[in-house]
Nanobody, 122 residues
Framework: QVQLVESGGGLVQAGGSLRLSCAASGRTFSRYAIGWFRQAPGKEREFVAAIGRITGTTYYADSVKGRFTISRDNAQNTVYLRMNSLKPEDTAVYYC???????????????WGQGTQVTVSS
Protein backbone atom coordinates (compact mmCIF):
# COMPACT_ATOMS: atom_id res chain seq x y z
CA GLN A 1 0.00 0.00 0.00
CA VAL A 2 1.14 3.54 -0.70
CA GLN A 3 -0.13 6.94 0.37
CA LEU A 4 0.23 9.92 -1.94
CA VAL A 5 0.33 13.65 -1.19
CA GLU A 6 0.36 16.28 -3.92
CA SER A 7 1.79 19.77 -3.53
CA GLY A 8 2.98 22.69 -5.60
CA GLY A 9 -0.29 23.95 -7.00
CA GLY A 10 -1.23 27.60 -7.04
CA LEU A 11 -2.23 30.60 -9.12
CA VAL A 12 -0.10 31.48 -12.12
CA GLN A 13 -0.49 33.70 -15.18
CA ALA A 14 -0.81 32.23 -18.63
CA GLY A 15 2.60 31.38 -20.01
CA GLY A 16 4.00 30.72 -16.56
CA SER A 17 5.30 27.55 -14.97
CA LEU A 18 4.64 25.38 -11.94
CA ARG A 19 6.16 22.19 -10.60
CA LEU A 20 3.87 19.75 -8.87
CA SER A 21 5.17 17.12 -6.50
CA CYS A 22 3.68 13.77 -5.57
CA ALA A 23 5.25 12.46 -2.38
CA ALA A 24 4.70 8.84 -1.49
CA SER A 25 4.99 6.97 1.77
CA GLY A 26 6.53 3.56 2.10
CA ARG A 27 9.82 1.98 1.12
CA THR A 28 8.42 0.32 -2.00
CA PHE A 29 7.84 3.50 -3.97
CA SER A 30 10.09 2.34 -6.80
CA ARG A 31 7.71 -0.57 -7.44
CA TYR A 32 4.90 1.78 -8.47
CA ALA A 33 4.13 3.51 -11.71
CA ILE A 34 2.76 7.00 -11.14
CA GLY A 35 0.20 8.88 -13.15
CA TRP A 36 -1.01 12.46 -13.08
CA PHE A 37 -4.64 13.27 -13.82
CA ARG A 38 -6.64 16.48 -13.66
CA GLN A 39 -10.25 17.46 -13.24
CA ALA A 40 -11.64 20.83 -14.21
CA PRO A 41 -14.99 22.06 -12.84
CA GLY A 42 -17.87 20.30 -14.53
CA LYS A 43 -15.59 17.96 -16.45
CA GLU A 44 -14.45 14.39 -16.06
CA ARG A 45 -11.08 13.53 -14.65
CA GLU A 46 -8.57 13.12 -17.47
CA PHE A 47 -5.13 11.66 -17.97
CA VAL A 48 -2.19 14.06 -18.07
CA ALA A 49 1.04 12.07 -17.80
CA ALA A 50 2.50 8.85 -16.42
CA ILE A 51 5.89 7.36 -15.66
CA GLY A 52 6.79 3.70 -15.47
CA ARG A 53 8.29 2.04 -12.43
CA ILE A 54 11.20 0.18 -13.99
CA THR A 55 12.44 1.92 -17.12
CA GLY A 56 10.87 5.26 -16.30
CA THR A 57 9.10 5.34 -19.63
CA THR A 58 6.91 8.41 -19.87
CA TYR A 59 3.50 8.97 -21.41
CA TYR A 60 1.67 12.22 -22.09
CA ALA A 61 -1.72 13.40 -23.16
CA ASP A 62 -1.61 15.20 -26.49
CA SER A 63 -2.86 18.38 -24.84
CA VAL A 64 0.25 18.69 -22.65
CA LYS A 65 2.92 17.07 -24.83
CA GLY A 66 5.89 19.39 -25.23
CA ARG A 67 4.81 21.58 -22.30
CA PHE A 68 4.71 19.19 -19.32
CA THR A 69 7.47 16.87 -18.11
CA ILE A 70 7.04 14.03 -15.65
CA SER A 71 10.02 12.69 -13.71
CA ARG A 72 10.69 10.63 -10.62
CA ASP A 73 13.25 10.56 -7.82
CA ASN A 74 12.98 7.17 -6.15
CA ALA A 75 15.47 8.17 -3.46
CA GLN A 76 13.09 10.96 -2.44
CA ASN A 77 9.93 8.89 -3.01
CA THR A 78 8.67 11.70 -5.21
CA VAL A 79 7.32 12.19 -8.71
CA TYR A 80 7.32 15.63 -10.28
CA LEU A 81 5.22 17.24 -12.97
CA ARG A 82 6.91 20.26 -14.46
CA MET A 83 4.35 22.40 -16.27
CA ASN A 84 5.54 25.11 -18.66
CA SER A 85 3.68 27.47 -20.98
CA LEU A 86 0.56 27.10 -18.89
CA LYS A 87 -2.80 27.97 -20.42
CA PRO A 88 -6.11 28.89 -18.79
CA GLU A 89 -7.48 25.54 -19.96
CA ASP A 90 -4.90 23.82 -17.74
CA THR A 91 -6.86 25.06 -14.73
CA ALA A 92 -7.94 22.03 -12.71
CA VAL A 93 -7.35 19.98 -9.60
CA TYR A 94 -4.36 17.77 -10.29
CA TYR A 95 -4.17 14.29 -8.79
CA CYS A 96 -1.38 11.75 -8.71
CA UNK A 97 -2.10 8.04 -8.65
CA UNK A 98 -0.08 4.85 -8.22
CA UNK A 99 -0.27 1.27 -9.39
CA UNK A 100 1.98 -1.50 -10.63
CA UNK A 101 1.92 -0.50 -14.29
CA UNK A 102 1.70 2.87 -15.99
CA UNK A 103 -1.70 3.48 -17.54
CA UNK A 104 -3.61 6.29 -19.18
CA UNK A 105 -6.99 5.40 -17.70
CA UNK A 106 -8.37 6.12 -14.24
CA UNK A 107 -9.21 2.45 -13.80
CA UNK A 108 -5.52 1.60 -14.07
CA UNK A 109 -4.71 3.10 -10.69
CA UNK A 110 -5.59 1.84 -7.24
CA UNK A 111 -4.08 4.56 -5.05
CA TRP A 112 -4.90 8.26 -5.31
CA GLY A 113 -3.85 11.48 -3.63
CA GLN A 114 -6.22 14.26 -2.53
CA GLY A 115 -5.24 16.65 -5.30
CA THR A 116 -3.76 20.13 -5.61
CA GLN A 117 -5.42 23.10 -7.29
CA VAL A 118 -3.81 24.75 -10.29
CA THR A 119 -5.33 27.98 -11.56
CA VAL A 120 -4.04 29.71 -14.67
CA SER A 121 -5.23 33.25 -15.22
CA SER A 122 -5.47 34.81 -18.67
Amino acid sequence: QVQLVESGGGLVQAGGSLRLSCAASGRTFSRYAIGWFRQAPGKEREFVAAIGRITGTTYYADSVKGRFTISRDNAQNTVYLRMNSLKPEDTAVYYCAADNLAATSLEGYEYWGQGTQVTVSS
